[in-house]
């Protein structure tokens, strides 16, 4: 259940006091500041990622934010997921990550989602939503956020990290010239007739997690804020991807990013597919390239 909290459309004194800083961004400004406190943002995940990400977002001022996630906090998830403390072990982590932001910020609205969001569920708070954050820590639930953001037309933002490296995606399905998960890593599959996905494991696909792999804690919370911040650019506008598609990765020892361009691909079973639903012309594919 959601804290009660009323929304209103316009800024309160201290709301004013609170944002203050950011009010000062020729960027954002008190507009701005209104339009995330309108925006409704759906986050897939409160681990490492989802714990950042949901902070930064809270923080700002996004007005609703729902947190789905099945799982309890651990104590070895302290070490990462900041924001839960001892206490929350053993309490579902959407739970608990709701009371923190509602801690955080009493002038936003917070709806935790103790389950596994799939299906008709997923359908159902992603069509509620502006955005989605993926910040879910397995393949099954990547693909089918990336499905249901395909087929919603709403843009999604996506990390990942393992050891010392992390990585972040935007995909804005608004756009016809927009790729997505799948175009980057492809897997075997097919359409049915209800326009749901079957999609099996490429066998080639790089295994490995923080369970098998380790996680340097940092390293996740940079790709979770980032994901905070790519979030606040598309709810204000600030495209400067022109609504293409980059995947960055970042190595956390030498500090260093890598940006590839994300070919469309023509052929896609998702992005493509979805799009011809919608009449979008389809894009022609192009090579990945590095940038500076």
Request: some cysteine.
């Amino acid at each position: 259940m959601a804290n009660a909290v009323h929304l209103s459309d316009e800024l309160n004194a201290p709301e004013f006091l609170r944002y203050s800083r950011q009010l000062m961004l020729p960027e954002l400004g008190e507009e701005g500041q209104i339009q995330l406190k309108r925006a409704k943002v759906l986050v897939v995940g409160a681990g490492g990622l989802g714990s950042a990400a949901s902070l930064s977002l809270a923080a700002a001022g996004v007005g609703q934010l729902q947190i789905a996630d099945p799982d309890v906090v651990e104590l070895s998830n302290l070490q990462r997921q900041l924001a839960f403390e001892h206490a929350d072990v053993g309490v579902n982590k959407a739970k608990a990550i709701i009371a923190r932001l509602s801690r955080l910020n009493s002038h936003i609205q917070v709806t935790p989602l103790p389950l596994a969001l799939q299906g008709e569920a997923l359908a159902e708070r992603g069509a509620a939503a502006d955005l989605v954050l993926d910040c879910s820590d397995n393949l099954s639930t990547r693909y089918q956020v990336n499905q249901a953001c395909a087929q919603l037309r709403k843009p999604l933002v996506s990390g990942a990290a393992t050891g010392w490296q992390g990585q972040l995606m935007t995909f804005d399905f608004r756009r016809s010239n927009c790729a997505c998960y799948q175009c980057l890593f492809p897997r075997e599959s097919h359409i049915n007739p209800d326009g749901s996905l079957d999609a099996y494991p490429n066998e080639e696909f790089p295994a490995g997690s923080c369970r098998t792999l380790g996680i340097m804690g940092p390293v996740v919370s940079t790709i979770g804020t980032l994901q905070a911040l790519q979030a606040i650019k598309l709810i204000l506008g600030l495209d400067c991807d022109n609504g293409l598609s980059y995947l960055r990765r970042f190595n956390g020892l030498t500090l260093e990013w890598q940006t590839l361009a994300i070919a469309k691909d023509p052929d896609c079973p998702v992005c493509h597919h979805y799009g011809k639903q919608m009449g979008q012309k389809p894009m022609s594919g192009r090579e990945f390239t590095a940038e500076d």
